[in-house]
């Protein structure tokens, strides 16, 4: 009997295996799973985006988007870097083989958004905000008119101009990048500090709006290339900026009157008639953030810091999810476009003593390229535009169209991250398995800063770890609050809760957090 029994012990062995694989399987997931691509015009260029002598997939029209408007439950509107704006309908189909492209606009000085508002288009290109109407029905545009300008070209390559995006005044809003390293000629064209010594194009690294009757306002400054804008539900404006000189990573900014943020270029035009930014005398070059914040009482920290490559590398256009949970569990949070990782990152904002301060998470990579546009379907859908042309992106090709669809599943995710007085509160998409929930060793809390200098970018500085005083799991598991005494106000805090599972054992489709602190709530709420 003892040598049967050994018979059957591969036989046991194996069965174990084999339920462990199952077991694992079973748990595998991926970001497809969620949120599933569709593909609607992506063709290969011939040569690389950094060639010299780039060309497009032979045949195609080059929809290197760079505006995108959806406009019914069959068509969209985009601006493509060429000039153009087309329609194209049937792109809501699956698959999308009947596709039509019908030229709309043409002749336009590279447009870098688009809307569709009372019965028009209307976007900003290099120098000036342009409404754009057919007005004899034929499918065409036949008016143009500037609805307002005012701004610098001096013929520098980076003078981007982006928008428009609206309010719920009506304004519609717009931003402006710096030139970089203006030479001579370009300066011959500039408007210079007096006080600073800083050249720059008029208005240039200045958000504006132009109100309903077209008067161009100056709002806030000290932008360095501000390519996504976007409003939330609540009607507050919003852009995003990427790294560079004085830009220690990417960023998402409140935008509101007289706020100065950090590129210091900017501030040429700091003494122009109508700027609501007087009086910057000296520049702290060279200290953690959190310090230069306190030596300028006009530096505002970012909503939301972008940890580099963690959490992208170039962000871009901004999105409100406004679908009413037809994209899944997250309605009325923002998504930023990501550039070089053709990636999107998912923001939530909460307001702590009247600013606005959040947490990024990861949401959704494998992009064809370089995410530069989203707009949101009647269906709650994410059109998604794409173009990597100059600059190198992820991606299998260089420009395209696709659409990103939730599938009805609800991934297992921190939804929310809440700054509390001695800790953070986590808001989760299901309800956790409360052994792991409550267990430290689930957890890796830090934080740290970034250097406001003239350099490019910065390094995470001041790195500290933190430890968890006590874990409470809320009694349906949707909610867990971290406890610790090491907050710092005015500095990132990066949560890793990889060893979190909901109740079926499954861990969080991605476990990482980044808050920016702005300021610790008091203890009375506010």
Same mark, same amino acid.
């Given at each position: ?52 002598? +780039?060309?497009?997939?032979?045949? &195609? ?42 030229? @709309? ?15 028009? $288009? ?38 981007? #101009? ?25 300066? #011959?064209? *500039? ?56 830009? *220690? ?55 939301? +810091? $972008? ?7 170039? *962000? ?5 999810? &406004? ?55 009647? &269906? ?31 991934? @297992? ?8 007085p001695d800790g953070f509160e986590l808001v989760f998409t299901e309800p956790v398995d409360k052994k792991t929930a409550i ?29 968890? &005083? *006590? ?56």
């Amino acid at each position: 009997m003892v040598k049967q029994s050994y018979i059957f012990l591969p036989l046991i062995f194996a069965m174990l295996v084999a339920t462990l694989i199952q077991t694992n399987q079973s748990f595998a997931q991926s970001e497809e799973d969620y949120y599933r691509l569709v593909s609607i015009i992506t063709p290969k260029a011939q040569t690389e985006s950094r060639s010299k002598n +780039w060309k497009p997939a032979p045949g &195609d029209l080059v929809l290197e988007v760079s505006g995108l408007a959806v406009l019914d439950d069959r068509r969209v509107a985009v601006a493509i870097r060429k000039g153009e704006i087309w329609i194209l309908d049937g792109v809501y189909d699956e698959p999308p083989k009947n596709v039509t492209y019908k030229r @709309f606009a043409s002749a336009l000085h590279e447009p870098l958004g688009l809307i569709w508002k009372d019965g028009a $288009f209307y976007t900003v290109q290099r120098s000036e905000l342009t409404r754009i109407r057919d007005t004899d029905g034929d499918g065409t545009a036949d008016e143009y008119l500037t609805v307002a300008k005012g701004w610098g070209v001096t013929g520098h390559y980076h003078e981007y #101009a982006y928008g428009p995006e609206v309010d719920p005044d009506g304004n519609l809003w717009l931003t402006l990048n710096i030139g970089l390293g203006l030479k001579k000629e370009h300066k #011959a064209r *500039a408007v210079t500090d007096p006080t600073l010594g800083f050249s720059q194009g008029r208005w240039r690294g200045w958000g504006m709006k132009c109100t309903p009757d077209g008067k161009l306002i100056p709002v806030c400054a000290g932008m360095r290339s501000p390519s996504g804008l976007g409003a939330n539900r609540e009607g507050d404006m919003f852009y995003t900026d990427q790294q560079g000189n004085w830009v *220690a990573t990417n960023t998402l900014h409140h935008m509101r009157k007289g706020a100065f943020f950090h590129h210091v270029e900017a501030l040429a035009s700091m003494n122009l008639e109508g700027s609501p930014i007087k009086g910057i005398k000296t520049i702290p070059n060279g200290l953690p953030f959190p310090e230069a914040v306190k030596r300028m009482p006009q530096l505002k920290p970012p909503a939301v +810091w $972008f940890p580099y490559k963690k959490a992208g590398q170039s *962000a871009t256009d901004i999105m409100l999810d &406004d679908s009413g949970g037809k994209f899944g569990p997250f309605d009325g949070q923002f998504f930023v476009g990501e550039f070089t990782q053709a990636s999107m990152q998912r923001v939530f904002l909460e307001k702590v003593d009247g600013e606005y301060q959040g947490a990024c998470f990861p949401f959704r990579e494998g992009f064809a390229s370089a995410v530069l546009r989203m707009d949101q379907g009647t &269906d709650g859908s994410v059109f998604v535009g794409l173009t990597n042309r100059g600059w190198s992106s992820l991606g299998t090709a260089s420009y395209g169209l696709q659409r990103l669809v939730w599938t009805g599943k609800t991934p @297992f995710e921190i939804k929310e991250m809440r700054a509390q007085p001695d800790g953070f509160e986590l808001v989760f998409t299901e309800p956790v398995d409360k052994k792991t929930a409550i267990d430290p060793k689930s957890y890796k809390l830090k934080s740290y800063t970034y250097n406001y200098h003239s350099s490019y970018g910065s390094d995470e500085i001041l790195n500290k770890e933190l430890t968890l &005083d *006590a874990i409470t799991v809320s009694d349906d598991g949707m909610r867990v609050q971290l406890k610790t005494n090491g907050l710092r106000p005015l500095y990132v805090h990066e949560l890793r809760a990889e060893g979190v599972k909901n109740s079926r054992g499954q861990p969080l489709l991605h476990p990482q957090a980044y808050y920016t602190l702005n300021r610790i709530p008091k203890r009375d709420g506010r």
